[in-house]
Nanobody, 120 residues
Framework: QVQLVESGGGLVQPGGSLRLSCAASGSGLSIYNMYWYHQVPGKQRELVAVISRGGSTNYADSVKGRFTISRDNTKNTVYLQMNSLKPEDTAVYYC??????????????WGQGTQVTVSS
């Protein structure tokens, strides 16, 4: 069983910063890509950023230059540093990992989501 625990969301003023964390745990877990998505009510969940096991990153155009994804492979944890936040960044943020359990097939596992609200 894989568990993802997110933290770091909250209320911040425009121009402010937040750092999200997502820690994965599970017996025999081997993590490959790690992702952050966001979702606003009535819309599809959208990819924000992805980081490979080797550290290669990719970002949605809307967050390039403002958000940074990173990971600590020793802790099975992915981070999202969000700077220069805008009201349109307001959403529930979800982490996802693509992983295998004891060398089995790849599967995707999701966190529970954390609310980020950017408002004055």
């Amino acid at each position: 069983q894989v568990q993802l625990v997110e933290s770091g969301g909250g209320l911040v003023q425009p121009g402010g910063s937040l750092r999200l964390s997502c820690a994965a745990s599970g017996s025999g877990l081997s993590i490959y890509n790690m992702y952050w998505y966001h979702q606003v009510p009535g819309k599809q969940r959208e990819l924000v950023a992805v980081i490979s096991r080797g550290g290669s990153t990719n970002y949605a155009d809307s967050v390039k230059g403002r958000f940074t994804i990173s990971r600590d492979n020793t802790k099975n944890t992915v981070y999202l540093q969000m700077n220069s936040l805008k009201p349109e960044d307001t959403a529930v943020y979800y982490c996802k990992v693509r992983a295998t359990i004891r060398g089995g097939t790849y599967d995707d596992y999701w966190g529970q989501g954390t609310q980020v609200t950017v408002s004055s």
